[in-house]
Each structure stands twice: as structure tokens, then as C-alpha cells.
């Protein structure tokens, strides 16, 4: 800083301080010029990376599946499926009731099964276990519960929708 | 510890300089002084040429983000075009930006070539130079056929002909490059090998050398420049000065390249079909239009095998001679051989443009 001090010190002569100034603009232009470059090529490649995650995006906005022929499934059994990108359950119960619950485990997104003789779901990674018909978490590290849809089981196929 | 009168920056850069000996490095790179006079112009090329690698290695690198070599690869390319952001605009660069290289690499070596760069004690930073083109023109060889569209389908068909007219070990070479006795999937997989890995494991450190050697021995002096008294001659610090200069070169660059990418985007054919007829007007990228063009013109007065193997033999001595020429024309005191190396150089560039302008002739 003190040769700075120095340099402004009355008695300097004019044309140096223009110098400076011109300097100065000159730097700022510069890196302005330089941003502007970096901004110009980083932007279209951000996008390029990340055009797959737009594609699954538009994919996820999906409100509702049609599973044709899914009323077949006998009971006391699952039906995976995809819902948008990610996968699904649908379970048919032994009791003769329906549910449809999000496959992706709450704890660290492992794909959880169904299990009908425990009368459970379980996550095989890290030992989670959820209700089979509410999808709440019972024991285990998951903090929240599998996501619920809504199941309408029609002639020829089941409905499954967002809730 | 800060020891009186020195400041932080003094103490790190001796504690980094300490252990990676960076001074030494900074007095070599400060060693080199570029001439200057009125053919210093001719100094850029190989930077430019750098540049455009560098640009080669980065789009290549995105490309290969999505990029699927194999039966999947026009379909991948297909994807990359018409569907990713921008991905258009990354292809068209990597392909504008491989013509360009192709271009001042040329530019290069003729700038090298007349202005007698290749002599006592530059020998190996012609050969190593001479090597670096070859390998590009590899590069873009196979770099052509990866999208797997008509066009790439054919050069490659017609390219890989040119082995088979070497005698006995002819067929065996092309079809070790093919894969089998058609341009298949598998070619294009073992093409993608070559263009993405064994390539640029020869070139990198190729490059690594020829830049080393241009460090170390500094830029030549034309012959019209060494006839000058020592004190009429003018040179420039290579750093930061002539650097700063290439720097500049090198943005002018970017843009030339940013404008034919994005005006004339790089097109992509349809998708190659073993069945369908070549299509009219098909001829190879503008840097194999000579030799093409030269065998094409050697076949009408030599009809059959014989003119292929004639041609075969001619482009070996004519390229052989080329890059044998630091051991004829070897210094400044070579006097008549410099003169006929010069006449050489002359024919060399009249032939290539010439039976280029003629290629370009007769496809349309």
C-alpha cells in the first residue's frame, strides 16, 4: 500500500495519472471482456452436461401410469414398475386390498422389496422397514415414509396417480 | 516463519521454489527471444496450431460425454445434434476446429520448410513436427468415420483401399485396420480406440517434445535475417512479450472458429446403409483431396495394379525425402543443396494445390 501513497502524493506529474487512469480502465475492460468470454462458453456447456437431467425432469413431471392388465396380479405379490424415472411398487395384499408406493428408499435412494411372508418392506442396503400398506417408515435409519399414490383398479387395467 | 522484510508472497514462492525448483523453470522460460522482422508473422502458426489441439481436446472430451462407439454410434451422434443443448455447436466446433488444425499445421511446416527452420540444430523438431502431422492426419481419419454416416461410411471404405495395393502384406493390414473385410460396427469401435486413446497417447508427449525443443533452441531466422550484421537484428522476449502476442493470435482464433461453428454448422449425413449406392459427388475432406487426387491422375496413365503401386511407391519417396531434408540442406553454408531444397519445396506446393484445385475440378 505505501508506494501507492507515494504515487498519489500532490507534485506527481499529470500525464502519469492519466496513465494510471487509462491503466485502470484498460484492466477493467478487460477482465469485463473476459467474464463476457468465460460467461459465452460456460453457459452452453453447462447446458450440454446437463441436458440429460432436463430430459428426466420433463420424465418426472409424469401425474399418472396405466399398468394394463396389472387387475391380473394375484394377490399376495408386487408389480414393479416405473413411475416418471423412478421405480414403484404395486402390491396386491393377501387381504384383497391395493397399494402403490415409491420403490426409493427414504434413507439413501436404495430400491426397497416387498416382502409378503414378513408381511413388510425392507431395504436390503442399510436394514429399513416400512409398512407395506402405508409406506410409514417402522424401524431401521429411513426418517421418512415411501411415498403413496393412488390406485384405481379398473377392467383392464390399474390407475396409479399422484396423490 | 516471516522473517523481517520479506512478505508472505517472498516466503511461499521460496517454500514451493524450495521444493519444485520453480526458478529454474521460470530462467528457462525466459531464456527464449523471438526475432522480429518482416516474416515474424509466420511465427504464430504453431502457436495457433497448439491452440486448436487444446480446443480439439476439450470439445473432443464433451463430445465424449454422449458419444456411443459401436452399431449405437450414428444414433449417439443423431442424440448429440439434434436432441443435448448445444451439442450441436460442440460437434460443429470439434470438427471446424480439426479443419482448422489441419490447416495452420500445414501452414506450419511450409512456414518451416522455406524459412529453413529445419536446419543444424533444429533437426528433430522437424522430424518430431513431421511425425505430429502425421498422427493428426490420423486423427482425422479416424475422427470421420466416428458418426457412421454415408460420407464417414465411403472415406473410410475408400481409404482403407489404399493399404490393399501394398504387395503380400496389403489385404492383411487393411483388414487388421477394418476389423474384418467390410467397415463395420467393429471398425468404428476400433477406430474410437485409436481416435480417443492411442493417439493421443502418441501425441501428447510428442507434442511435449517438439514444444521442449522450440523452448530450448529458440525460433529460427530466416536465411535473409542470419545475412544481417548481429546488431541490426531486432528480437522480443518470448515471455511475456511474444506471449502475450500469441495469447492475442489465439483469441482471434477462438473467434474465427466460434463464427464458422455456430454460421455453418458441421452437418451430419444419413445414417450409412451397406445396401445404398456411394452418393454423387462424394470426394475426401480437402487435406487428402492431393494424394487422392494424385493416385486418381497416376491410375489414368498407369491403368490397374500397377499404377496403384507406382503411386504407393512415389508418395513414399516424395514424403521420405520431405522429411529427410534438415540431412541434405544441413546449415547455412549448405549453398546449392539450400537452393534445390528450395526448388523442392516450390514443386511440393505447386503439386499439392494444384492437383487440389484439380480434385475440386473434376467432383464438380
Known amino acids: 500500500m505505501s508506494s501507492h501513497i507515494v504515487l498519489e502524493r500532490p507534485g506527481v506529474k499529470p500525464e502519469q495519472e492519466g496513465e494510471k487512469a487509462t491503466r485502470r480502465a484498460f484492466l477493467i475492460a478487460g477482465t469485463a471482456a473476459g467474464l463476457a468470454y468465460t460467461a459465452a462458453m460456460a453457459y452452453p456447456i453447462y447446458r450440454y452436461l446437463a441436458s440429460p437431467e432436463e430430459m428426466a425432469s420433463s420424465a418426472s413431471a409424469i401425474k399418472e401410469v396405466s399398468l394394463k392388465d396389472a387387475q391380473k396380479l394375484p394377490a399376495g405379490s408386487v408389480l414393479m414398475f416405473k413411475f416418471g424415472t423412478s421405480p414403484a411398487m404395486l402390491i396386491h395384499h393377501a387381504d384383497g386390498t391395493w397399494a402403490s408406493l415409491s420403490a426409493v428408499c427414504t434413507h439413501l435412494g436404495c430400491t426397497v422389496q416387498y416382502e409378503p411372508q414378513m408381511d413388510r418392506i425392507h431395504c436390503a442396503c442399510h436394514g429399513g422397514v416400512y409398512n407395506p400398506y402405508t409406506g410409514a417408515n417402522v424401524s431401521g435409519p429411513p426418517p421418512k415414509p415411501l411415498k403413496k399414490f393412488n390406485v384405481v383398479v379398473g377392467e383392464s387395467s390399474v390407475e396409479v396417480s399422484r396423490v | ?364
Open chain 2, 1 to 364: 516463519m516471516i522473517a523481517k522484510n520479506t512478505s508472505f508472497y517472498d516466503w511461499a514462492y521460496d517454500w514451493v521454489d524450495e521444493r519444485l525448483g520453480v526458478s529454474d523453470l521460470a530462467a528457462f522460460a525466459r531464456k527464449k527471444t523471438v526475432p522480429v522482422h518482416a516474416q515474424s508473422f509466420w511465427y504464430y502458426w504453431g502457436g495457433i496450431s497448439l491452440f486448436l489441439f487444446m480446443v480439439q481436446c476439450f470439445t473432443g472430451v464433451l463430445l465424449l460425454v454422449y458419444y456411443r462407439p459401436g452399431a449405437d454410434s450414428f444414433e449417439s451422434v443423431r442424440q448429440i445434434t439434434y436432441s443435448m443443448h448445444f451439442g450441436w455447436l460442440i460437434r460443429s466446433a470439434h470438427s471446424w476446429s480439426a479443419n482448422l488444425m489441419m490447416f495452420s499445421i500445414l501452414v506450419h511446416m511450409f512456414s518451416v520448410y522455406f524459412m529453413k527452420a529445419y536446419r543444424k540444430p533444429r533437426e528433430l523438431g522437424w522430424l518430431s513436427g513431421m511425425a505430429l502431422l502425421g498422427i493428426a492426419s490420423v486423427f482425422g481419419f479416424s475422427g470421420y468415420l466416428l458418426p457412421m454416416d454415408e460420407l464417414s461410411y465411403f472415406a473410410t471404405k475408400v481409404g482403407l483401399e489404399i493399404p490393399v495395393a501394398i504387395p503380400l502384406v496389403g489385404p492383411a493390414i487393411a483388414n487388421i485396420l477394418r476389423g474384418g473385410p467390410d467397415v463395420t460396427e467393429f471398425t468404428v469401435q476400433r477406430f474410437f480406440a485409436l481416435h480417443v486413446v492411442v493417439l493421443p497417447a502418441l501425441f501428447l508427449p510428442l507434442l511435449g517434445f517438439h514444444l521442449w525443443l522450440v523452448q530450448k533452441h529458440g525460433n529460427a531466422m530466416p536465411p535473409s535475417e542470419e545475412a544481417k550484421p548481429a546488431i541490426e537484428r531486432k528480437t522480443m522476449p518470448f515471455m511475456p512479450n511474444f506471449l502475450r502476442k500469441d495469447i492475442a493470435m489465439w483469441l482471434i482464433s477462438l473467434n474465427v472458429l466460434a463464427l464458422l461453428a455456430s454460421v455453418f454448422p458441421w452437418q451430419l449425413g444419413k445414417q450409412y446403409d451397406a445396401l445404398a449406392p456411394a452418393p454423387v459427388g462424394i470426394h475426401p475432406e480437402w487435406y487428402f483431396m492431393s494424394p487422392f487426387e494424385m493416385l486418381k491422375l497416376l491410375g489414368t496413365v498407369l491403368p490397374g495394379a500397377v499404377g496403384e503401386i507406382a503411386g504407393i511407391l512415389l508418395f513414399t519417396v516424395g514424403i521420405a525425402l520431405w522429411v529427410m531434408i534438415p540431412f541434405y540442406d544441413k546449415d547455412r553454408e549448405s549453398g546449392r543443396r539450400g537452393r534445390n531444397a528450395h526448388y523442392f519445396g516450390l514443386v511440393a506446393v505447386i503439386l499439392l494445390l494444384g492437383t487440389t484445385v484439380i480434385g475440386y475440378w473434376s467432383v464438380k
